[in-house]
């Protein structure tokens, strides 16, 4: 057994008929054929729905749930008609009968019509009423339901097109004792030839437990709800005479949040109410003067009587308070208490508090009760709900002093402290500086009414951007009030005389503090060489050319400003401090134009030079006659032709030596007289010659 407390959702329900609807339609079809024309007798069935119908609700229960199903008669019907939902008034009518757990028998109607006899194996002409009765099986005072939910089917079966009356009770226990509960009642009605009819029926269980001079009644209603029926409770007055109201208290619903009570010209209401059903029969509305709950089945409300308050509110100097257009501060209030109970600090307070809330309401501000002044006019200050122990004294019948303070969380005046740290960067571009500040400040609570500071100042550290906002200032913890780290910006081809600045931890009693940071420029060693070259090209008679290069080396070192790419040099280092003297090669028969190239001293700023030597044949004189010569000319290259003793004049080998050769082609000039046939023949000489030297050399590359 299960126990619901106060709201019971009948819109579950909807799950239960998807797996079980045909089971029990062939289930509930049988009973009719054994059951017709008898009286209506409950039994056991599986869940679901005797007939299908775009209208046919779904019923819900659980593999202990009940269903149970009573059958009535079939009538006979020679029409075919859709499936459609009557209209059925719950009854207003209560009865203190509460055993009844069957429809009484009803009896064949006399009047014709459409009958499901006339097509017995037709059952969409079998016209039925389909009603369903869901409760549980215990409802409690208390609001409590027991149990799982009980599924009653009644069926119908029109005859001669009538359906008799039906009233049932639900059984004996379900109910409390004492407790009227009207009956499940449906009218006769020979309005049969429409449709099947489907109702679903549901209860609602509403308990008033009342408090009184005379010990605690209650109030109980029971409501039959149907299909598309709206039921409205009308308020109920709360009497002296029924329920003995103390003098001097009245009437409260404690914690109202669906219904209330209420005072009317001296006279006390539970507020009136609506019950509202959809069209299906499942989702049940309770309509009441504060909230609109949607799926009760029961519930239940406390009224107590409650003692007349005053509360006086005073400002910390003892000044009854007062806003413009609010009057003083004086409420009369109303305290919750069984009759004769003492009251209690907390239920002085909750309600002082509460009826604080009404002068709040308009006033900016965080008004809250801060104390109370006894009866010898000492404040007191509250101790968090406990007014210790002079709350008896002060409770001078239900009058009470309690002081009120608007309370702000505000900086305490003058105490922001903020401490700088100021990095200075020293770039080649100019100075720069970057500023770390923390700030500090205390808080505290302020009487806004009369300006005091009403709790220990609290030292808070600014975490936000805006400081005139409370939240931006934050609780002082290990990581949150320091000089961050702050990392050196680096500046390509400069060294920075430290790379970060380190984090430091600040209190208010650091002291500001100025660092710099210099760049110094890179710098690296570097070194240069050069070279002063003389080349000596001797042009050789044979046409050859041999060269010479007398090298002078010479280094400095330096250092290089990577910043800014310039070298500061030192000075040049020769290797030697001078291109020494050349001795020319000598050649039989020839006689170069120089002898000895002549050393000479190099420095830095020599340019490289260049000396080329050439060589003139030593002149040969013809043959005379009668000197027993030859006759013949020297060969070039041999001691006798003049064309070897021509200097060359060129300062590349290349001519030099296509210049000697060119001369060394020419016809010796002696000053005789032209022998023609000698020329001649010298020519041929030469020419033969060259062609053979120069086939010789070409031989000699190959």
């Given at each position: 057994?299960?126990?619901?407390r106060?709201?019971?959702?009948?819109?579950?329900?909807?799950?239960?008929v998807?797996?079980?609807?045909?089971?029990?339609?062939s289930?509930t079809?049988?009973?009719v054929?054994?059951?017709a024309?008898d009286?209506?007798?409950?039994?056991n069935?599986?869940n679901s729905?005797?007939?299908s119908?775009t209208?046919?609700?779904?019923?819900?229960?659980?593999?202990?749930?009940?269903?149970?199903?009573v059958s009535?008669?079939?009538?006979?019907?020679?029409?075919?008609?859709?499936n459609q939902?009557?209209?059925?008034?719950?009854?207003?009518?209560?009865s203190?009968n509460?055993?009844q757990?069957?429809?009484?028998?009803?009896?064949?109607?006399?009047?014709?019509?459409?009958?499901?006899?006339?097509h017995p194996?037709?059952w969409?002409?079998?016209?039925?009423?389909?009603?369903t009765?869901?409760?549980?099986?215990?409802?409690?005072?208390?609001?409590?339901?027991?149990?799982d939910?009980?599924h009653?089917?009644?069926?119908?079966?029109?005859v001669?097109?009538?359906?008799d009356a039906?009233?049932?009770?639900?059984?004996?226990?379900t109910?409390p004792?004492?407790?009227t509960?009207?009956?499940v009642?449906?009218d006769?009605t020979d309005?049969?030839?429409?449709a099947n009819?489907h109702?679903?029926v549901?209860?609602?269980?509403?308990?008033?437990?009342?408090?009184?001079?005379t010990?605690?009644?209650?109030?109980s209603?029971v409501?039959?709800?149907?299909?598309?029926?709206?039921?409205t409770?009308p308020?109920?007055?709360?009497?002296?005479?029924?329920?003995?109201?103390?003098?001097?208290?009245?009437p409260?619903?404690?914690?109202?949040t669906i219904?209330?009570?209420?005072?009317q010209n001296?006279?006390?209401?539970?507020?009136?109410?609506?019950i509202?059903v959809?069209?299906?029969?499942?989702?049940?509305?309770?309509?009441g003067?504060?909230?609109d709950?949607?799926g009760?089945?029961?519930?239940?409300k406390?009224?107590?009587?409650?003692?007349?308050?005053?509360?006086?509110y005073?400002d910390l100097?003892?000044?009854?308070?007062?806003?413009?257009?609010?009057?003083?501060?004086?409420?009369?209030?109303?305290?919750?208490?069984?009759?004769?109970q003492?009251?209690?600090t907390?239920?002085?307070?909750?309600?002082?508090?509460?009826f604080?809330?009404?002068?709040r309401?308009?006033?900016?501000g965080?008004?809250?009760?801060y104390?109370?002044f006894?009866p010898?006019?000492?404040?007191?200050?509250?101790?968090?709900?406990?007014?210790?122990n002079?709350?008896?004294?002060n409770?001078?019948?239900?009058?009470?002093?309690?002081?009120?303070v608007?309370q702000?969380?505000?900086?305490?005046?003058g105490?922001?402290?903020?401490k700088?740290r100021t990095?200075i960067?020293?770039?080649?571009?100019?100075?720069?500086?970057?500023?770390?500040?923390?700030?500090f400040?205390?808080?505290?609570?302020f009487?806004?009414?009369?300006?005091?500071?009403?709790s220990?100042?609290?030292?808070?550290v600014?975490t936000?951007?805006?400081q005139?906002?409370?939240s931006?200032?934050?609780t002082?913890?290990?990581?949150?009030?320091?000089?961050?780290?702050?990392?050196v910006?680096?500046i390509?081809?400069?060294?920075?005389s430290?790379?970060?600045v380190?984090?430091?931890t600040?209190?208010?009693?650091?002291?500001?503090?100025?660092?710099?940071?210099?760049?110094t420029?890179?710098?690296?060693?570097?070194?240069?060489t050069?070279?002063?070259?003389?080349t000596?090209?001797?042009?050789?008679?044979?046409?050859?050319?041999h060269?010479?290069?007398?090298?002078v080396t010479f280094?400095?070192?330096g250092?290089?400003?990577?910043a800014?790419g310039?070298?500061?040099?030192?000075?040049w280092?020769?290797?030697?401090?001078a291109?020494?003297?050349?001795?020319?090669p000598?050649?039989?028969g020839?006689?170069?134009?120089?002898?000895t190239?002549?050393?000479?001293?190099?420095?830095?700023?020599?340019?490289?030079?260049?000396?080329?030597?050439t060589?003139q044949?030593?002149?040969?004189?013809?043959?005379?006659p009668g000197?027993?010569?030859?006759?013949?000319?020297?060969?070039p290259g041999q001691p006798g032709n003049?064309?070897?003793?021509?200097?060359?004049t060129?300062?590349?080998?290349?001519?030099?030596?296509?210049?000697?050769?060119?001369?060394q082609?020419?016809?010796?000039?002696?000053?005789?007289?032209?022998?023609e046939?000698l020329v001649?023949?010298?020519s041929l000489a030469?020419?033969?010659?060259?062609?053979?030297?120069g086939?010789?050399?070409?031989?000699?590359?190959?």
């Open positions: 057994m299960t126990k619901r106060h709201f019971k959702l009948y819109k579950q329900k909807k799950k239960w998807i797996g079980c609807s045909t089971l029990l339609l289930l079809l049988g009973a054929d054994v059951q024309n009286n209506l007798s409950s039994t069935v599986d729905n005797p007939a119908s209208n046919s609700p779904s019923h819900p229960v659980t593999s202990t749930n009940q269903q149970e199903l009535v008669a079939p009538k006979t019907d020679d029409q075919s008609v859709s939902t009557a209209t059925q008034t719950a009854p207003t009518t209560t203190n509460n055993t757990d069957t429809a009484p028998v009803p009896t064949s109607s006399t009047t014709t019509g459409p009958s499901s006899s006339h194996d037709d969409s002409n079998n016209y039925e009423r389909i009603i009765i869901n409760y549980y099986p215990q409802y409690d005072l208390d609001g409590d339901s027991t149990g939910l009980v009653k089917r009644i069926i119908q079966m029109a001669d097109g009538h359906w039906i009233d049932w009770f639900p059984p004996e226990g109910f004792p004492g407790v509960v009207p009956p009642h449906f006769a309005e049969v030839t429409k009819q109702w679903e549901n209860f609602l269980f509403r308990t008033f437990s009342i408090q009184s001079s010990g605690e009644k209650t109030l209603q409501f039959v709800l149907t299909n598309g029926q709206t039921v409770i308020p109920i007055e709360i009497t002296n005479q029924d329920y003995g109201i103390p003098t001097g208290y009245h409260s619903m404690l914690y109202p219904d209330n009570v209420v005072e001296g006279h006390y209401y539970i507020t009136g109410a609506t509202s959809d069209s299906s029969g499942y989702s049940i509305t309770y309509h003067a504060l909230n709950v949607t009760l089945s029961s519930f239940a406390k009224i107590v009587f409650t003692a007349p308050l005053n509360f006086v005073k100097n003892g000044n009854t308070y007062s806003v413009a257009g609010k009057g003083p501060a004086v409420f009369n209030g109303q305290e919750t208490l069984n009759y004769s003492a009251l209690t907390p239920q002085i307070l909750y309600y002082a508090n509460q604080l809330d009404q002068y309401m308009g006033i900016a965080n008004y809250r009760l104390g109370f006894g010898d006019g000492k404040f007191n200050q509250l101790d968090g709900i406990s007014l210790s002079a709350v008896a004294n409770q001078t019948g239900f009058t009470f002093n309690l002081a009120i608007n702000a969380y505000t900086p305490v005046p105490s922001q402290m903020t700088t990095i960067f020293h770039k080649p571009t100019g100075d720069e500086q970057v500023s770390q500040q923390v700030s400040q205390d808080f505290a609570n009487d806004q009414i009369t300006g005091k500071q009403i220990p100042a609290e030292l808070k600014l936000g951007n805006d005139s906002q409370a931006a200032w934050s002082l913890t290990a990581d949150n009030h320091s000089w961050a780290e702050y990392p910006p680096a390509a081809n400069y060294t920075s430290q790379s970060t380190a984090a430091q600040v209190t208010p009693d650091t002291a500001d503090q100025t660092i710099e940071i210099y760049y420029a890179k710098t690296e060693k570097v070194t240069d050069k070279q002063v070259v003389r000596i090209k001797v042009q050789a008679p044979d046409g050859t050319v060269i010479t290069e007398q090298t280094t400095r070192s250092v290089k400003n990577l800014t310039v070298t500061d040099w030192g000075d280092q020769p290797s030697s401090s291109w020494p003297a050349f001795t020319v000598q050649y039989p020839y006689t170069a134009d120089v002898d190239v002549a050393a000479q001293a190099v420095d830095a700023a020599t340019s490289n030079q260049t000396v080329v030597v060589y044949a030593v002149p040969v004189q013809p043959d005379q000197t027993g010569g030859t006759g013949q000319l020297p060969l003049p064309a070897s003793n021509r200097p060359g060129g300062a590349v080998p290349g001519q030099e030596v296509a210049r000697s050769y060119n001369q082609a020419a016809l010796p000039q002696t000053g005789s007289q032209p022998n046939g001649a023949l010298g030469l020419l033969t010659l060259f062609g053979l030297a086939r010789k050399k070409f031989e000699q590359s190959r």
